[in-house]
């Protein structure tokens, strides 16, 4: 792929670049501004000891655009090239961090944003003691483990009235991709298609290569026909949309309640 096949990624870019001081690249810092103490946002945080909802949603809006730029700086470096899997597995990570970040704020109910935080936070630590598991790692004598910290968050959510069922429930990337599509009005079952796309070639899965591309040769091979297949381009351009499209939503709801009055 050459710089002009992918020039449809250059809104994508202006959109992080906007964001992004990356003239030290070694001290990159990415620019949402600052919370408003008497915010909803600050509002969300208080009392989580910790557990904040600004964090997730924060983590989720840098993370997208890190890979975002990662692809950038690819794509338009001298002589920019890209392989076949690299772009999927970039937007992919950018998807599902943006999403992430969209589905966590789009509620207008405290409640909802802050469950919707603390599963993650609660997914999160648990995905930290399989860590420990495989790693050996005990924590230090007066340090807490992922599981303990699990059941931590767990409390805290049932000490503010949130359903421990709201707070214990995997996370399920499908669902919250397609959730955060529909959030910024998009339709979910696309958005889903698109992410799952581009998880299959993340993988090096074989049937996105079956069923988006185009053979363009054939030769015979000993048991039946070894085939050229080309991937056209274009077909990335849904997926990179979506990503513009849930980032924008994401920094539109971060400034929203990270300015306005939590009166």
């Not at 949402?32 to 989720?60: F, H």
């Not at 599902?96 to 909802?112: D, F, H, L, P």
């Amino acid at each position: 792929m050459t710089q002009a096949e992918l020039s449809y990624l250059l809104p994508l870019f202006n959109l992080a670049s906007s964001l992004v001081d990356d003239t030290d690249v070694e001290h990159m810092e990415m620019g949402l501004g600052e919370i408003a103490p008497d915010s909803l946002l600050a509002g969300d945080d208080r009392d989580l000891t910790g557990y904040w909802v600004s964090m997730v949603v924060t983590n989720g809006i840098t993370a997208s655009l890190d890979h975002l730029v990662t692809l950038r700086d690819i794509v338009t470096r001298e002589r920019g090239t890209i392989t076949l899997n690299a772009p999927w597995t970039l937007l992919r990570a950018a998807v599902e961090s943006a999403a992430m970040a969209v589905w966590v704020m789009e509620s207008g109910q405290r409640a909802t944003r802050r469950g919707r935080a603390l599963r993650l936070w609660h997914y999160d630590f648990g995905q930290r003691q399989l860590w420990e598991n495989d790693a050996g790692r005990v924590p230090p004598p007066r340090g807490s483990s992922g599981k303990d910290r699990a059941k931590a968050v767990l409390a805290l959510g049932t000490a503010l009235g949130i359903k421990p069922t709201q707070i214990s429930t995997d996370i399920n990337y499908a669902d919250i991709v397609g959730h955060g599509a529909a959030a910024v009005g998009l339709d979910r079952t696309e958005a889903r298609a698109r992410w799952r796309e581009a998880s299959a070639f993340a993988h090096g899965r074989s049937w996105p290569l079956l069923a988006l591309t185009s053979p363009t040769a054939a030769q015979e091979i000993e048991g039946g026909f070894g085939l050229s297949l080309t991937l056209n381009e274009d077909r990335l351009r849904p997926l990179a949309d979506l990503v513009h499209d849930l980032l924008n939503g994401a920094l539109t709801r971060y400034a929203e309640l990270a300015a306005s009055s939590d009166a």
